[in-house]
């Protein structure tokens, strides 16, 4: 009898939270900071950041969607930097997904906070987001379970949109 009353607090637990993971980040508005294509020119990956739809708050989301027809493992993206427009430079480490990524799906990672301080308490004038970058690779993956990383140095090549 416990349980079945504990599966079922687990389950609702469960429901609720990735209920609240999805509502989540349909507050954030994603903007391309990559995609990735092999030599023949086809897409395989794109890499988005995100800020809150109400303004950037201290906050940075990260978004990576398969592009291809083939499930992707081991994904990662590489370190990542952030300019403030009060000139200090933030680092954050990389990360990575404990999950295939399918055809066509996109996964969200935790937001990073460049700079939570500036926007605790009534600060007058917080530091805005000014530039991202990542660490080369950006995203890592392979095609297979355990196998080794695709090398975009050899296989494809990055392109970034145009601002």
Avoid: C
């Amino acid at each position: 009898m416990n349980v079945k009353l504990f599966s079922i607090g687990w389950l609702l637990a469960s429901v609720i939270m990735m209920s609240t993971l999805q509502a989540d980040d349909s507050a954030w508005k994603f903007y391309e900071h990559l995609e990735l294509r092999q030599s023949t020119g086809k897409p395989l990956v794109k890499l988005a950041y995100g800020i809150k739809k109400k303004g950037y708050d201290g906050t940075v989301r990260w978004r990576v969607t398969n592009l291809t027809t083939l499930p992707l493992y081991n994904v990662s993206i590489g370190n990542k930097t952030y300019q403030l427009s009060d000139g200090r430079v933030i680092k954050k480490s990389g990360e990575g997904l404990t999950k295939p990524l399918r055809s066509g799906e996109s996964e969200t990672f935790l937001p990073d906070n460049p700079n939570p301080e500036d926007y605790l308490g009534n600060k007058p004038n917080p530091a805005s987001l000014r530039g991202v970058n990542t660490e080369s690779p950006a995203v890592k993956f392979s095609l297979a379970r355990g196998e080794s990383a695709v090398d975009w140095a050899r296989h494809g090549k990055v392109s970034r949109p145009r601002r």
